[in-house]
């Protein structure tokens, strides 16, 4: 049986559909809590990044800073957002995830990978395999 060809346009807007409807469904596997998608993507934005200014989370979460500041004041009433002095500029601050923050974002991870490890578990191991191979290969156009 030979591989069916796609045209990449065609390709293109079924690849980006699955990946939009995993994405939200893997983001609906959540613990018990009440933090939003944002303050969530801001949170996993300060753990990547070690330290941001405000204006770089915001620039980097896609928002207006007064936006930024509103997601990173609720962050850090709740204890997962430290600001720290700018080292070099006085004007500035430092934001990173605390401790508690990692850890939130931790349990987050945990519960949507184990409702992702449930689905897998109903594929084949070729099905399986077929995902690996895929997930490279995204991986790979995500860097390109």
Do not use: C, Y
Not at 87 to 95: A, E, S
Not at 112 to 118: G, I, Q, S, Y
Not at 120 to 134: I, S, V
């Amino acid at each position: 049986m030979t591989a069916k060809r796609v045209p990449p346009a065609q390709l293109a807007p079924q690849l980006r559909d699955a990946i939009t409807r995993l994405n939200r469904r893997v983001r609906q596997a959540r613990p018990v809590g009440d933090l939003t998608v944002t303050q969530l993507s801001a949170l996993t934005s300060l753990r990547l990044a070690g330290a941001l200014t405000p204006r770089e989370l915001a620039d980097v979460e896609r928002v207006q800073p007064p936006t930024m500041t509103k997601i990173v004041a609720k962050l850090e009433e709740r204890g997962l957002v430290q600001r720290t002095p700018h080292p070099t500029d006085g004007r500035q601050v430092i934001l990173a995830a605390t401790e508690g923050g990692r850890a939130v974002l931790d349990q987050f991870e945990r519960v949507r990978d184990e409702w992702l490890a449930r689905r897998l578990a109903e594929l084949t191991e070729a099905e399986r395999d077929t995902l690996r191979q895929a997930a490279e290969i995204l991986q790979q156009v995500a860097r390109a």
